[in-house]
């Protein structure tokens, strides 16, 4: 069993118009010709290879975030339009659930729940996630996003970012992103650290008591990069308790990848590596209890850019025998699979007399 932490699902289905019910080569054949995103012909994920390859939870993201003028990076083009992206994935994922494919996760309950479901009929349980947070037009906001069951929130995603700067910039929190932090932590929201800048990951980690994930983050000692994670960073978080996610973009993977050029055959990008990535936190840690999967897959990057034997998602599950022949002990493969993530939301999901109601609740029982 596999518990993907870092899946941008409803981004597919509603930004590039896939439809997830589908098999694959149907939605690879509906894309032929189509030439607007690199991607496009070469998804990875759809439910029936999640299916297949047993991934039967997962972090599902709500991802839109705005972008200034004068900026060369994609996204919308006000906070207004990204709310509104965001909104329309919430309506893809409630979808989703109508017809039995996903099931929301909003606390600990839920969870129990769906790992104790026959697993043949079960649908792929999903926390919601907010990847970037531009969205949000004011603080408001997030208590309704949180009443939506939305229960992590990555303040940043790639270049400025109104609450905090992304991946390639060096600023830190806003003004506002650390009233958001505040608010995360009435609400008892976690963290994902992925995409903060070096500052902001120094900021949150001081400002932010609440739980920590870094739901797709690899080593920058394996490939340095300021997305990456400094095994100092590793360190931090371990000591917080957090989970880490390997990704399985390969240019996170070996160093000197050029998007759109290198291809996995000539690099022979493979599982291995996403291992090196695993077995690098674990020696950090001196354990396996904090080393989870957070593929992305389909986060903007097809088999283009994948390992090479991940043609689908359900390949994911020939990690495991890479672990063993590592010399991982099935406990430890069973944790990084899937047991550390199911730990980490028992833990931090809040239990039925603690779901909070928004901000200003008066709720504030454990
Ligand atoms: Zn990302």
Redesign the pocket.
């Known amino acids: 069993m596999i518990f993907d932490c870092?899946l941008?699902l409803a981004m597919n289905a509603v930004h590039w118009n896939r439809d997830l019910t589908k098999p694959l080569d149907q939605i690879r054949l509906r894309e032929s010709g189509m030439v607007d995103k690199l991607d496009r012909g070469n998804g990875v994920v759809c439910f029936e290879e999640m299916s297949k390859g047993n991934i039967r939870f997962c972090i599902a993201t709500q991802?839109a975030h705005s972008v200034s003028q004068n900026s060369p990076l994609p996204g919308w083009n006000s906070p207004e339009i990204a709310w509104a992206q965001t909104q329309a994935q919430l309506a893809w994922y409630r979808a989703m659930e109508n017809r039995g494919s996903l099931k929301q996760i909003t606390q600990a309950a839920d969870l129990e729940f769906l790992l104790n479901h026959d697993q043949a009929s079960c649908p792929i349980g999903f926390v919601l996630s907010l990847?970037g947070a531009d969205s949000l037009l004011d603080l408001s906001f997030l208590g309704q996003a949180y009443q939506d069951g939305l229960r992590i929130v990555?303040p940043a995603?790639y270049g400025p970012g109104r609450y905090a700067a992304g991946t390639g910039e060096t600023a830190g929190f806003t003004e506002i992103g650390f009233d958001l932090l505040k608010e995360m932590t009435a609400l008892k929201m976690i963290l994902d650290v992925?995409?903060l800048t070096d500052k902001g990951f120094d900021q949150a980690l001081e400002q932010f008591g609440g739980p920590l994930i870094a739901?797709?983050h690899n080593c920058r000692k394996l490939v340095d990069h300021q997305r990456q994670l400094t095994d100092q960073q590793i360190r931090q978080l371990l000591d917080r308790g957090a989970i880490i996610g390997v990704?399985l973009d390969a240019w996170m993977l070996i160093p000197n990848w050029k998007r759109g050029e290198t291809t996995p055959d000539e690099t022979g990008v493979s599982l291995h590596n996403v291992a090196d990535q695993i077995e690098h936190v674990c020696q950090i840690a001196g354990n396996a209890n904090h080393s989870v999967i957070g593929s992305?897959l389909d986060?903007g990057f097809g088999h283009e850019q994948t390992p090479k034997e991940v043609t689908t998602i359900c390949k994911l599950n020939l990690l495991d025998a890479i672990l063993e022949k590592r010399g991982f002990p099935e406990i430890d493969r069973k944790k990084i699979m899937h047991a550390n993530a199911i730990e980490f939301f028992r833990r931090h999901l809040p239990h039925q007399s603690s779901v909070k109601t928004g901000p200003g609740s008066t709720d504030s029982s454990n």
Request: net charge negative; hydrophobic share 15%; charged share 25%.
């Open positions: 870092h941008d991802i990847e990555g995603h992925t995409h739901s797709h990704a992305d986060g």
